[in-house]
């Protein structure tokens, strides 16, 4: 079955930066695009962007140019991003997701940043 | 962008009731809508993807219907395990964009 399995949870200062990972299984990882999501406590969804794992093109909210690097290994079917410049407002949860035609198919469980001084 | 509009910002509902949610977009966007169940401290689910199409696995109670500008999103004889934030998501164009959800509670 598809799993996306996400890195811990990480408690960053502002200004700092910060990478977090997706390790995708139980699918080809390069026949989907994966797509990162972000959640503010109490909030709605964002779509931050997503990244073609085959060739490795990325696109982006133009909300976050800047902000998110996406990248991604295929040897070890694992797509990353990469928060610089963080702020207090980056406090969140972030998904990654399976994108199929602009829907998110699969979910992982989350990721929650913590930026505090 | 699209601007995604949904409505109510919560309900209360008894079991056994419907349910209906409403978004609506600011650009035409076919039958570009998708429908998602978050529940407390999980990732959202995808109920219904694009074409009003109800994914595996998800009771038929759940269903979606609308083109354009105007959907909408309805649960049949709502059961206990339905409580969650309901969030619909247009795919037609980039950015992606997501209504800002609807609070289900159970009475």
């Known amino acids: 079955q598809v799993q996306l399995q996400q890195s811990g949870a990480e408690l960053t200062k502002p200004g700092s930066s910060v990478k977090i990972s997706c390790k995708a299984s139980?699918?080809?990882?390069?026949?989907?695009?994966i797509s990162w999501i972000k959640q503010r406590p109490g909030q709605a969804l964002e779509w931050i962007g997503a990244?073609?794992?085959?060739?490795?093109?990325?696109g982006y909210n133009e909300k976050f140019k800047g902000k998110a690097t996406l990248t991604v290994d295929k040897s070890s079917s694992t797509a990353f991003m990469q928060l610089s410049s963080l702020t207090p407002e980056d406090t969140a949860v972030y998904y990654c997701?399976?994108?199929?035609?602009?829907?998110?198919?699969?979910w992982g469980q989350g990721v929650m940043v913590t930026v505090s001084s | 962008e699209t601007t995604v509009t949904q409505s109510p910002a919560s309900l209360s509902m008894a079991v056994g009731e419907k349910v209906s949610i409403s978004c609506k977009t600011s650009?035409?966007?076919?039958?570009?809508m998708n429908w998602y169940q978050q529940k407390s401290g999980e990732a959202p689910k995808l109920l219904i993807s694009?074409?009003?199409t109800l994914r595996p696995g998800v009771p038929s109670r759940f269903s979606s219907s609308g083109y354009g500008t105007d959907f909408v999103f309805t649960i049949n004889n709502v059961l206990l395990g339905d409580e969650g934030i309901y969030y619909c998501?247009?795919?037609?164009?980039?950015?992606?964009?997501f209504g800002a959800g609807t609070k289900l509670e159970l009475k």
């Open positions: 997701a399976v994108e199929n035609s602009g829907s998110f198919d699969y």
């Open positions: 650009t035409d966007i076919d039958d570009d």
């Open positions: 694009e074409g009003n």
């Open positions: 139980g699918y080809t990882f390069t026949s989907y695009d």
């Open positions: 998501q247009q795919s037609d164009n980039v950015p992606l964009t």
């Open positions: 990244i073609n794992p085959g060739s490795g093109g990325t």
